[in-house]
C-alpha cells in the first residue's frame, strides 16, 4: 500500500485483556515509531525502531507495554492486562532513513477502548 | 527539549490566508521548527520544517523570525479540508522523535 497501514482500526477490551496492535510500514521504511494519543491531547511517543532493534523504549508507561519488529518491517504493540487508563489511540508512524528529523508518516491510528 | 508555545485555536474563513504562529523562545542552534497538521480521526501529517530561511513547498510556507524565537505557519488559502489541528514541534538536529504539545486548533467557516 501506499502508506502506513494499522489493523485494526478499532478494539474493544475488557479490563484485564491483552491486546495486539499491528503496524505495517511503508514498503522499506527504516525507522518505526508508535505513539499514544489522549482524547485532547498531542501524540505522546512510546518507543523507537530502527530496522528490528528497538533503539528507545523510554516512552512505555509500564512494564505491561511491548512492542517488536522482529523482521525490521511489520511492528507489534501489545498491551498485557489492559486498564481503563490504557484507552486512547495508537499511532504508528515511519520514515525513510535514520536520519535525524527526517519527515514522518503516520497511519490512522488503532482507537483502543478498555471497558 | 525546547518548548513551544501556539494559541489553543485560530478561526479564518474559507478563501482567505491564515497565519499560524508559534513562540520558541529557548531554541537552539541546532533545533529545526518542524509543522504537522492532525485531520478529525486521521494521524499527523507533515506540513512543513526549516532551520532559519523561510521555506515554501505546496501546502504551506514557514516564516521564521530572525532571531529564530518564533515563525509563522502560512497557508496562502484556507480551505475547509484545512481544518485540523497544527502543530509546531523543535527537533534537535540529532534527534528522530517527534515531540508534540497540544498544537492549535484551526477552525475554517464558509
Partial sequence: GAGVSQSPRYKVAKRGQDVALRCDPISGHVSLFWY?????QGPEFLTYFQNEAQLDKSGLPSDRFFAERPEGSVSTLKIQRTQQEDSA????????HRAPGEKLFFGSGTQLSVL | DAKTTQPNSMESNEEEPVHLPCNHSTISGTDYIHWYRQLPSQGPEYVIHGLTSNVNNRMASLAIAEDRK????????ATLRDAAVYYCILLPGTASKLTFGTGTRLQVTL
Fill in chain 1, 36 to 40: 499514544q494519543q489522549a482524547l485532547g
Fill in chain 2, 70 to 77: 518564533s515563525s509563522t505557519l502560512i497557508l496562502h488559502r
Fill in chain 1, 89 to 96: 489511540v495508537y499511532l504508528c508512524a515511519s520514515s525513510l
